[in-house]
């Protein structure tokens, strides 16, 4: 089935420690995006890719950083983690900007 | 700025319709979602509207939009306890990313 996967499902890392979240896409879908959401609230764009163009929200840390490096890839880099960045984190894919976004299960990350 | 409001809880007995509404602010909106989040799961999209549309039907989903009043409601008929989830609506205006509201959790009971 196609569909919009991400690994791992739960992450722990510790205050400072880089980590990467991984999402894939069998969809063939032109976009993919990365949301935070912290608990009790609506998802937060950090940023997106159409095809290889990269889309950065004024208010995203400059801590996150994301990587595309094919269609099907693409990954969340947090470079030091602190105490606030724990969320989860969820991936979506749109065909194009007309489409509803279909979502990835999520990333839970836990900062020690 | 673009602003997407719902209320923050709907309590409903199962076999019951729930009705789950939302109030949007941009007037260029485009498209208009609703959104399903279970517990630890990410976002499912149950079905979305064009704004040149009053309503659409999908098997127990009904919503409908006042377009004037930018007003959307997603309707469920017959809920399920299954049904018990968070609920999401979202607006597509005129730029490349989607707005949220703040998330409507509903509660099936017995």
């Known amino acids: 089935d196609a569909m919009v996967i991400q690994n791992p499902r739960y992450q722990v890392t510790q205050f400072g420690k880089p980590v990467t979240l991984s999402c894939s896409q069998t969809l063939n879908h032109n976009v993919m995006y990365w949301y935070q959401q912290k608990s009790s609230q609506a998802p937060k764009l950090l940023f997106h890719?159409?095809?290889?163009?990269?889309?950065n929200e004024a208010d995203t840390p400059d801590n996150f950083q994301s990587r595309r490096p094919n269609t099907s890839f693409c990954f969340l880099d947090i470079r030091s983690p602190g105490l606030g960045d724990a969320a989860m984190y969820l991936c979506?894919?749109?065909?194009?900007?007309?489409?509803?976004?279909?979502f990835g299960p999520g990333t839970r990350l836990t900062v020690l | 700025g673009e602003d997407v409001e719902q209320s923050l809880f709907l309590s409903v007995r199962e076999g019951d319709s729930s009705v789950i509404n939302c109030t949007y602010t941009d007037s260029s909106s485009t498209y208009l979602y609703w959104y399903k989040q279970e517990p630890g799961a990410g976002l499912q999209l149950l079905t979305y509207?064009?704004?040149?549309?009053d309503m659409k039907q999908d098997q127990r989903l009904t919503v409908l939009l006042n377009k004037k009043d930018k007003h959307l409601s997603l309707r469920i008929a017959d809920t399920q306890t299954g049904d018990s989830a968070i609920y999401f609506c979202a607006e597509r205006g005129n730029t490349d990313k989607l707005i949220f509201g703040t998330g409507t959790r509903l509660q099936v009971f017995p």
């Open positions: 979506a894919t749109s065909r194009d900007w007309d489409r509803g976004q279909f």
């Open positions: 890719y159409y095809d290889k163009d990269f889309n």
């Open positions: 509207i064009f704004s040149n549309m």
